[in-house]
């Protein structure tokens, strides 16, 4: 049974650009959760989502930030014209049931650096 | 805002030593949980506490949930190197759908 799976692991994008993360959480798992890690920090809730729905993106940036997670397929965070302070680990965890009800299981990051 | 703050922000101790590292907030949380995380990878889960005053023992390490459900303590007793890692605590509240995550505690331990 894999684990939640991210990807791509690094990422170099100029200024400008944009930028897609991939998750695809564990088997079984409808609940998707994003963070963000800044270097030699904790991490920062983003995003929680279930199948086709945005359940709270209180912790998404207002501009250039989406993320989605349809019926079929890995859930995607969305970068538009990143800046450099973009620059972080993007952590995705799923979980089997909802938030307060089981444990999160994290994959290993997607590490955006934005020249 | 709930925050976690967590004390110490880093630590480099010798083989052999215990030391505790503390989880604070001013908020109530339904439930907290404590991740390592090395370098490189996602944290992974060691424990989670849900009753005010529980005390969870895993191995080496020691976990108590305070009375008020407000902090936490992680004990590790007679430290190896392979317990370095980032420590980070992890609290949810009722009604809410994000995990709020501490500052984190970096842990050295040299042989």
């Known amino acids: 049974n894999a684990g939640v799976m991210q990807n791509p692991r690094h990422l170099v994008r100029r200024r400008g650009q944009e930028a897609r993360l991939r998750c695809s959480p564990m088997k079984g798992h409808s609940h998707v959760y994003w963070y963000r890690q800044l270097p030699e920090e904790g991490l920062k809730f983003m995003v929680y989502l279930q199948k086709e729905n945005i359940i709270d993106e209180s912790g998404m940036p207002k501009e250039r930030f989406s993320a989605e997670f349809p019926k079929e397929g890995p859930s995607i965070l969305r970068i538009q014209q990143v800046v450099r302070g973009d620059s972080a680990a993007y952590f995705c965890?799923?979980?089997?049931?909802?938030?307060?009800?089981?444990?999160?299981?994290f994959g290993e990051g997607s590490r955006l650096t934005v020249l | 805002t709930q925050l976690l703050e967590q004390s110490p922000q880093f630590l480099s101790i010798q083989e052999g030593e215990n030391l505790t590292v503390y989880c604070n907030s001013s908020?109530?949380?339904?439930?907290l949980q404590w991740y390592r995380q090395e370098p490189g990878e996602g944290p992974v889960l060691l424990v989670t506490v849900v009753t005010g005053g529980e005390v969870k023992k895993l191995k080496r390490l020691t976990f108590q949930f305070g009375d008020a459900r407000k902090d936490s303590s992680l004990h590790i007793t007679a430290a190896q190197p392979g317990d370095t890692g980032l420590y980070l605590c992890?609290?949810?509240?009722?009604?809410?759908?994000?995990?709020?995550f501490g500052t984190g505690t970096r842990l050295k331990v040299l042989a």
């Open positions: 965890a799923s979980s089997l049931g909802p938030p307060n009800t089981g444990e999160l299981f």
């Open positions: 992890a609290g949810d509240n009722a009604g809410t759908y994000k995990y709020i």
């Open positions: 908020s109530v949380f339904s439930s």
